[in-house]
């Protein structure tokens, strides 16, 4: 029978010890002079798993070998280092400090939350978005109220510009920063299971990189990031994020609201038109086949689950491989309060399942960024109160085969589903989508929009519901046990419904 010892990390390294008759149970303690966690990971045999105590450790690792990594109540990987700095006030720009640093910072936080980065290449148009007005001002029609401070580095002076909202000046702020890019943990094995710690600081949390296969990351909280919370990349596979709970951290406090005012966007504004683009709770890029995204809670980031890849958002780009992302399923999150999307799909999206998430207060709600080949199925979600929108086609047409059915989307500032095409060189289409048995409640503007002068819709729609009582979705869907060329739609399976027919949503009365 394989035996588990329990040991030190001191007295492992002190003798030696390498645990070859089986797995060992390696303890790594915060702050001890002789210990570390990468040392731990060095020294550790496949198969072993290593206990990380309480308390802060200021490390970034990378797992090569099968291991566990297996945080106590109270266990901190942190990324941060205090910033050290002699800031002065820049002469004719108010209560803007500048301090001189050789490399542009990964991130920069005050009181543990990242402040928002205006990109010097990128906020040089004159104007209320220039980088020196906008850290004068803050943006034009809110100020500081929303975005409440902001940094940039000025790459040819060579210097890092702050403004906090409030006026105080940096010395006497709690201010910390991220200078590495390497996330916390990067996974590059098969088998590695991370789990029960905090994450906070890191351009990333966790990576499942080129290498990772059935590895799981479960019961984490990432409090904290600057570029993504958990991605999976790099062909990973069958690889399982499930039970974590995720925020970015911002410093700014903002969600989306069903008061659609400009004011509510200049928080995106600022990431998106002068600094960093997107920030991704659970971002899956390039990744292989079978990974399932499961229970986690993702609450104030700015996209939430994204499938896709940005360097392909065109038809007229190929897909880098068709394959990538194939047979993901994304179940049973809730995701809430994002400053973008909710949830993103792109590339090939080839046996993608996508169900009984709950998506609330979310600006961009379910988004299909060009999906290619399917089939895709999105079902029995629950959208509530997408402001703008709720289920929205964006970017280019998308050819891909897909199914949106028995979803319910409740209130909201726009349709429950629209077309939005950023792709002025053709005719927006969707041809071999269906839409079907979905409840629409209360939304202001009902069942479907387009915009920007799409194309009225051409995907295959039946027995969708519009009402302001969910009484009127009883028994009115159409049985979808043998839609799929005779056979069930996911979730659709004989006895899947108790009534005379189907009902309309994600819920069966």
Same mark, same amino acid.
């Given at each position: 029978m394989t035996h588990l010892l329990r040991i030190t990390f001191a007295a492992a390294w002190a003798s030696g010890f390498c645990c070859t008759a089986g797995a060992a149970e390696i303890s790594v303690k915060a702050g001890a002079s002789d210990e570390s966690l990468a040392k731990a990971i060095a020294a550790a045999s496949a198969g072993d798993t290593l206990v990380i105590g309480p308390g802060v450790h200021h490390e970034r690792v990378r797992v090569e070998k099968k291991l566990t990594l297996r945080g106590e109540v109270g266990a901190v990987l942190d990324g941060t280092t205090p910033l050290q700095a002699e800031w002065k006030a820049v002469e004719g720009m108010g209560k803007v400090f500048a301090t001189?640093?050789?490399?542009?910072?990964?991130?920069?936080?005050?009181?543990?939350?990242?402040?928002?980065? *205006?990109?010097?290449?990128?906020?040089?148009?004159?104007?209320?978005?220039?980088?020196?007005?906008?850290?004068?001002?803050?943006?034009?029609?809110?100020?500081?109220?929303?975005?409440?401070?902001?940094?940039?580095?000025?790459?040819?002076?060579?210097?890092?510009?702050?403004?906090?909202?409030?006026?105080?000046?940096?010395?006497?702020?709690?201010?910390?920063?991220?200078?590495?890019?390497?996330?916390?943990?990067?996974?590059?094995?098969?088998?590695?299971?991370?789990?029960?710690?905090?994450?906070?600081?890191?351009?990333?949390?966790?990576?499942?990189?080129?290498?990772?296969?059935?590895?799981?990351?479960?019961?984490?909280?990432?409090?904290?990031?600057?570029?993504?919370?958990?991605?999976?990349t790099g062909g990973a596979s069958h690889?399982?994020?499930?039970?974590?709970?995720?925020?970015?951290?911002?410093?700014?406090?903002?969600?989306?609201?069903?008061?659609?005012?400009?004011?509510?966007?200049? *928080?995106?504004?600022?990431?998106?038109?002068?600094?960093?683009?997107?920030?991704?709770? *659970?971002?899956? *890029?390039?990744?292989?086949?079978?990974?399932?995204?499961?229970?986690?809670?993702?609450?104030?980031?700015?996209?939430?689950?994204?499938?896709?890849?940005?360097?392909?958002?065109?038809?007229?780009?190929?897909?880098?491989?068709?394959?990538?992302?194939?047979?993901?399923?994304?179940?049973e999150n809730v995701i809430e309060n994002t400053r973008d999307s909710g949830i993103e799909l792109g590339v090939g999206c080839i046996d993608v399942n996508v169900h009984h998430n709950t998506l609330r207060h979310t600006h961009g709600g379910l988004r299909f960024k060009l999906p290619r080949i399917g089939p895709v199925f999105i079902h029995h979600n629950h959208l509530i109160d997408g402001t703008p929108f709720n289920i929205w086609f964006s970017m280019d047409s998308s050819p891909a085969e897909g199914y949106i059915y028995h979803n319910t989307i409740t209130g909201g500032a726009d349709a429950a589903l629209v077309y939005s095409s950023f792709n002025a060189k053709r005719d927006f289409a969707t041809p071999k989508w269906h839409v079907l048995n979905n409840l629409v409640l209360q939304v202001k503007d009902g069942f479907f929009d387009q915009r920007n002068g799409t194309p009225p819709r051409d995907f295959t729609e039946s027995h969708n519901v519009v009402a302001d009582d969910v009484q009127a979705a009883v028994d009115v869907g159409i049985d979808l046990s043998t839609y799929l060329k005779g056979k069930p739609l996911p979730g659709c399976e004989p006895g899947a419904f108790k009534g005379k027919a189907p009902d309309a949503g994600a819920d069966e009365k």
């Open positions: 001189a640093s050789g490399k542009r910072p990964e991130g920069l936080l005050v009181d543990g939350k990242f402040i928002a980065e *205006i990109r010097f290449e990128r906020a040089q148009k004159s104007g209320e978005w220039h980088w020196q007005t906008l850290l004068a001002k803050g943006p034009p029609l809110g100020g500081f109220k929303h975005v409440r401070a902001l940094w940039m580095f000025h790459p040819k002076e060579k210097k890092i510009y702050l403004r906090l909202g409030d006026g105080t000046a940096p010395d006497k702020a709690a201010l910390t920063a991220v200078m590495s890019g390497k996330p916390l943990i990067e996974v590059a094995a098969e088998g590695v299971v991370v789990e029960g710690l905090t994450l906070c600081g890191g351009a990333e949390a966790v990576v499942l990189g080129e290498g990772a296969k059935n590895c799981v990351v479960r019961r984490c909280k990432v409090t904290s990031y600057e570029n993504a919370g958990i991605t999976i690889c399982t994020v499930e039970g974590c709970d995720i925020t970015r951290g911002a410093f700014e406090e903002w969600r989306a609201t069903t008061e659609n005012r400009r004011e509510n966007y200049e *928080i995106w504004k600022v990431h998106k038109d002068v600094g960093k683009y997107d920030r991704v709770g *659970i971002e899956i *890029i390039r990744a292989g086949m079978g990974n399932r995204i499961l229970r986690n809670h993702l609450d104030r980031v700015f996209d939430g689950i994204c499938l896709g890849d940005s360097s392909v958002e065109s038809l007229d780009k190929p897909l880098i491989d068709p394959h990538h992302g194939r047979g993901t399923e994304i179940a």
